[in-house]
């Protein structure tokens, strides 16, 4: 084996880790900080005195605050991909309220990321492009779901794809208001059930599905 492709040692494991985990704290602190504060009036100052590190240490991860919510806009995507990869292929009747549940839980970990990134694409087009990027995904999702429901002979009357962004606007949009935009609005886990059973019960009606899944 050639000396380039050895394991690494433990002692660079050990700092490999550290280091990963000195990254996360920081863009947990960030989430913390964006929420209480906003992404435009975060200061890099406050987020490393949440992550309990000093301001050195943020510039050995990142080399700005919009770097700091590009590596955290790229884990929402990460987490969302993951979730809803768990429901592929997408078969409406069975796995529509799945897949909308992985939506909401991903939305809600990472809430004041999203907000801070329809902040920041106000500003700078990079993340106005990104923010189209991960739209245009769940787009095409919800465009798949009614053409699906389509081939079993409903939802004739609509248009696929205008469809899908009367459908992810509606999504995407309750859910940023409630859990990213709306503190108290949600104030126990009963209100969020019921706001979420109440997505879930518009999107099944608006895909002429049953009121609840098949158990």
């Known amino acids: 084996m050639d000396r380039?492709?050895?394991?690494?040692?433990a002692p660079r494991r050990g700092a490999f880790v550290k280091g990963q985990r000195t990254?996360?704290?920081?863009?947990?602190?960030?989430?913390?900080v964006f929420a209480r504060?906003?992404?435009?009036?975060?200061?890099?100052?406050?987020?490393?005195?949440?992550?309990?590190?000093?301001?050195?240490?943020?510039?050995?991860?990142?080399?700005s605050k919009l770097h700091l919510l590009s590596a955290m806009v790229e884990a929402f995507a990460e987490d969302l991909h993951r979730e809803e990869g768990l429901n592929r292929?997408?078969?409406?009747?069975?796995?529509?309220?799945a897949v909308l549940a992985a939506i909401w839980g991903?939305?809600?970990?990472h809430a004041a990321t999203f907000r801070a990134l329809a902040d920041a694409s106000a500003k700078h087009p990079e993340f106005a492009v990104r923010y189209r990027d991960l739209r245009s995904e769940a787009l095409r999702d919800f465009a798949a779901m009614v053409r699906a429901r389509q081939a079993e002979g409903f939802c004739r009357q609509m248009d696929?794809?205008?469809?899908?962004v009367a459908l992810e606007q509606m999504v995407c949009h309750s859910i940023h208001d409630?859990?990213?935009?709306?503190?108290?609005?949600?104030?126990?886990?009963v209100a969020e059930q019921r706001a979420?059973?109440?997505?879930?019960?518009?999107?099944?009606?608006a895909l002429a599905l049953p009121e609840t899944a098949k158990s």
Do not use: C
Not at 4 to 9: A, V
Not at 160 to 164: L, N, P, Q, R
Not at 178 to 189: I, Q, S
Not at 196 to 205: E, K, S
């Open 160 to 164: 696929a794809e205008y469809a899908a």
């Open 23 to 32: 990254r996360l704290a920081l863009m947990q602190a960030a989430q913390t």
């Open 196 to 205: 979420f059973g109440t997505l879930v019960a518009i999107m099944r009606a």
């Open 89 to 97: 292929p997408i078969n409406p009747p069975e796995q529509i309220d």
């Open 178 to 189: 409630w859990l990213a935009e709306g503190p108290g609005v949600l104030t126990d886990d």
């Open 37 to 63: 504060e906003g992404f435009m009036n975060a200061d890099i100052a406050h987020i490393v005195e949440e992550a309990g590190k000093g301001k050195g240490t943020f510039y050995l991860y990142f080399e």
């Open 106 to 109: 991903t939305y809600k970990r």
């Open 4 to 9: 380039d492709e050895k394991t690494p040692s």
